[in-house]
């Protein structure tokens, strides 16, 4: 069963078995737990509207071959996302979104790379 496929179940459950507010409630935690779950097993980027209302949040951004990688604090005044990172590499342009960089809520396996060759490069 994909979790797609939990989660349908889980809503047709509370549909038609759910009585209580507790059962209720119960089902929409199980619901709620198994989106957080794919998330973290497949992130997605976000669009840039989603990007948008992030103001003042951090997101994670993979490197790519035209763009460092890395985390920053999204800025809609500055229409960038500000590197947080050491060392700093600068920022991502909102206007160049989607054209060769792309930004995560979930860290998972996107930003660790990115450090360890960070680590590499500073030994060298």
């Known amino acids: 069963m994909t979790i797609d496929e939990a989660i349908k179940a889980m809503q ?3 549909l038609v078995l759910s009585v ?3 059962e209720h409630e119960a089902a929409r935690m199980a ?3 198994l989106r957080a779950q794919q998330e973290r097993e497949n992130p997605q980027p976000l669009t840039l ?3 948008r209302r992030m103001d003042g949040e951090v997101v994670y951004i993979p ?3 035209e763009y460092f990688g890395g985390m920053g604090i999204v800025s809609v005044s500055q229409e960038r996302v500000m590197d947080v990172g050491v060392p700093k590499f600068g920022y991502w342009l909102f206007r160049e979104y989607g054209e060769g960089w792309r930004a995560y809520r ?3 396996n996107l930003l660790i790379p990115t450090m360890e060759r960070r680590k590499e490069s500073d030994r060298e």
Do not use: G, K, V, W
């Open 20 to 22: 209580t507010d507790s």
């Open 31 to 33: 619901i709620s737990a």
């Open 106 to 108: 979930s860290q998972r």
């Open 63 to 65: 490197e790519s071959e």
């Open 12 to 14: 047709n459950i509370d």
């Open 49 to 51: 509207e989603e990007l």
